[in-house]
């Protein structure tokens, strides 16, 4: 069983990787690879019968607030109408940073509430991911039309544009639904657009734009101490420590053989050292953030199987970034890589450039109360901002946009009605939301958008009841 949950944890990383339909024409270094990981979509839900989800496109202005620009795109989006009828409710699932799919309309609790209602069910694709793609190239210029109040606009656009082209759904009610950044989006769009939308059940979302978001790994360590024991906190921290004296002192080589380094990689560099200490934090960083019942147990088992802290973590990492020859660590190739993506479509450029533009979110080993060292600072994303869309991206510049974001939708206090927030007490996002102070509901041992299957007899009690509750919402709302 060990070694099939350690296969698996490898396979996620791969498939991770071959999102959005990219063909692999370069290799991809490990950092890039790690942050892809924690990337991805909500966890896709299991499709028991088989349903009609139809692929469609509407047009949209390519910038929302220009009304000289008649520039425009075409935005996809997936409609499942197995229940509609006269009238039938909206229920829209916006996308973030991935490829719109179909089994998020297709199974789980918010197609059950769907069906209950007699709902019509739609996905909608951000811009800029899946096949959503408004410009030729993703060059900085061109980016400059990826920003969370257009992908809002988009919707706005989408829902007033549904419903007077469908003479059935002219007076439907719209409720939406998100997790992740686009849970985010749910209560933004609430903000923005009262009157479109009746109601939203926003999971796992962050409200709080930060630079350095030194709280993330806090919880990763927190969740590997209560789920995989003190033990294995205590080995996970020894061994990362471990390997930073061993190239602080002399045993660099020895370090790099462990590690399976490329041999281009340059330990001097603090960027490089960075880069590398960085990736191997997100391998526990993914893990967690994604966890699901016995998973950071049989981890654990795996790690504290090495009585050589440092080999365990070694062999961890190599095993889960399930590289074919040695580890292309290197800042640089991170830094070529987002740069190939000017040309080479690809979902990892759009969103580091959001994080630069708009949020931070940069999950560094600044906190002391964390076990995965001291080696990726903040300073190196935003390094990598400047290297990769313009030296203006200095960090007194992310200090501004970041400010203003959270001056735009209101930080902590978006000031919205109707809308449900949900999230793990192990989702590492969770500092930057809202807690059970302000209204949220937090749901106990669980990771991140864990809630969105359908009801089932495996739910915890506090699951249930967080499912429970917003189907009585639903309910309201639609009344």
């Known amino acids: 069983m060990l070694v099939l949950k350690l296969v698996s944890l490898a396979l996620v990383l791969a498939v991770a990787n071959q999102a959005n339909g990219l063909k692999w024409q370069k290799d991809v270094p490990i950092l890039v690879k790690s942050l892809k990981d924690l990337q991805r979509g909500p966890p896709k839900q299991k499709i028991l019968n088989r349903v009609n989800v ?91 039309y990826l920003h969370v109040k257009q992908a809002l606009a988009d919707v706005a656009n989408f829902i007033k544009a549904y419903k007077s082209e469908n003479a059935q759904l002219s007076n439907s009610k719209v409720l939406l639904s998100g997790g992740s950044y686009s849970a985010t989006m749910v209560v933004w769009f609430k903000r923005l657009y009262p009157d479109l939308v009746v109601g939203g059940w926003a999971s796992s979302a962050p409200l709080l734009a930060k630079v350095d978001f030194t709280e993330y790994k806090e919880v990763v360590g927190r969740a590997f101490q209560e789920l995989g024991g003190q033990k294995c906190y205590d080995h996970i921290q020894k061994g990362i ?155 007194s510049f992310i200090a501004g946009n970041v400010a203003q974001t959270n001056e735009d939708f209101g930080g902590m206090n978006p000031e919205v009605e109707n809308v449900y927030m949900t999230h793990g007490g192990l989702d590492p996002w969770n500092p930057m939301g809202h807690g059970v102070a302000e209204g949220a509901t937090v749901i106990s041992g669980a990771s991140h958008c864990a809630d969105f299957s359908s009801i089932s007899s495996s739910d915890t009690s506090e699951m249930r009841a967080s499912k429970e509750r917003i189907a009585e919402l639903v309910r309201e709302w639609l009344a």
């Open 54 to 144: 139809a692929e469609k496109w509407i047009t949209q202005p390519i910038d929302h607030f220009d009304e000289s620009n008649k520039a425009t795109y075409q935005m996809r989006y997936l409609v499942n109408d197995e229940f509609q009828t006269e009238g039938s409710p909206i229920f829209i699932f916006l996308g973030g940073e991935w490829e719109a799919e179909p089994s998020m309309i297709s199974n789980g609790h918010w197609y059950d509430m769907a069906k209950e209602h007699k709902g019509l069910l739609v996905y909608t694709e951000h811009r800029y991911y899946g096949q959503s793609i408004p410009t030729d190239t993703m060059t900085t210029d061109n980016l400059k």
């Open 241 to 395: 420590s471990d390997l930073e004296q061993m190239f602080a002192n002399n045993r660099a080589a020895e370090a790099r053989a462990m590690l399976r380094l490329c041999g281009d990689f340059d330990h001097n560099s603090d960027l490089d050292m960075w880069s590398l200490f960085g990736s191997i934090s997100n391998i526990f960083s993914g893990v967690a953030q994604y966890q699901t019942t016995g998973d950071l147990p049989y981890y654990c088992d795996f790690l504290l199987s090495f009585d050589d802290a440092a080999t365990a973590i070694a062999n961890f990492a190599y095993w889960a970034w399930n590289y074919p020859s040695c580890i292309d660590a290197r800042y640089q190739s991170t830094v070529d890589y987002y740069l190939w993506g000017i040309e080479n479509f690809d979902a990892s450029r759009p969103w580091y450039y959001q994080t630069c533009n708009e949020y931070g979110w940069y999950q560094s080993s600044n906190s002391r109360n964390q076990p995965f060292g001291t080696k990726f600072p903040a300073t190196l994303y935003i390094e990598l901002c400047k290297d990769v869309f313009s030296s203006k991206y200095a960090n």
